[in-house]
């Protein structure tokens, strides 16, 4: 138990599909954070919330659209993604976005076909 | 732009083997510097960190890093290790500002009997 709760764990889907990953954190936060984790590669960072407002977005194709409603959820909207997008998808939190401790969910396995 | 560098991919030891896995960072200002493991089928952890003080940072399992802030690297160290210890390790570095954890590539650590 991590204290960050990722769903679904594992996830495939079209080109053409719609589909969201969501993020729970019950650690009382104020940063979240999206991560790719993908095989040869360092993990990306996509975006970052603070205090609910999108503080990073790392050049991340418009495909892939985050929300975070409040300090404790966050979700990553997917829309006719390619299959080079499948990869390991990281949820992370951490008390504030200052270069503390980030905490990670388990992920969801992402694959487009 | 922070940078993070683990020069080895994958290390092979026996069991009881002493470890030493490289990380160098490249970063202007004061940092701060993180282990973080991913045990097969776990979601990343943190290991250790450094923030300020002793520069030798003792962490969970026996393992230890140590800052050089003249060679700007953050070494991870375990003097005997163990089959559990198989798993992926990964550098991380962010500075003190508002700024997020950048990552390394990961070294995949495998121990055999």
């Known amino acids: 138990e991590t204290g960050v709760t990722q769903t679904p764990r594992h996830l495939v889907m079209g080109m053409t599909n719609k589909k969201s990953l969501k993020c729970e954190q019950h650690l009382g936060h104020n940063a979240m954070y999206w991560y790719k984790q993908s095989a040869k590669k360092p993990l990306e ?3 970052v919330y603070s205090l609910e407002e999108r503080v990073e977005n790392n050049s991340v194709p418009s495909r892939f659209s985050p929300e975070c409603p409040n300090s404790s959820h966050l979700f990553l909207h ?4 390619q299959p080079e997008d499948s990869a390991l998808y990281l949820c992370a939190s951490s008390q504030d976005f ?3 401790t980030i905490y990670f969910g388990e992920g969801s396995w992402l694959t487009v076909v | 732009a922070q940078s993070v560098s683990q020069h080895n991919h994958h290390v092979i030891l026996s069991e009881a083997a002493s470890l030493e896995l ?3 960072y490249s970063y202007g200002g004061t940092v701060n510097l993180f282990w973080y493991v991913q ?3 776990q979601h990343l952890q943190l290991l250790l960190k450094y923030f300020s003080g002793d520069p030798l940072v003792k962490g969970i399992k026996g393992f230890e890093a140590e800052f050089i802030k003249s060679k700007f690297s ?3 160290r375990k003097p005997s290790v163990q089959w559990s210890d198989t798993a992926e390790y990964f550098c991380a570095v962010s500075g003190t ?3 997020p954890l950048v990552f390394g590539k990961g070294t995949r650590l495998s121990v055999i009997a």
Do not use: S, V
Not at chain 1, 78 to 81: A, N, Q, S, V, W
């Open chain 1, 78 to 81: 997917l829309h006719t993604l």
């Open chain 2, 74 to 76: 953050f070494n991870l």
């Open chain 1, 98 to 100: 200052r270069g503390n």
């Open chain 2, 39 to 41: 045990y097969p089928g």
């Open chain 2, 22 to 24: 490289g990380c160098n």
């Open chain 1, 45 to 47: 960072l996509m975006f």
């Open chain 2, 97 to 99: 500002g508002n700024t």
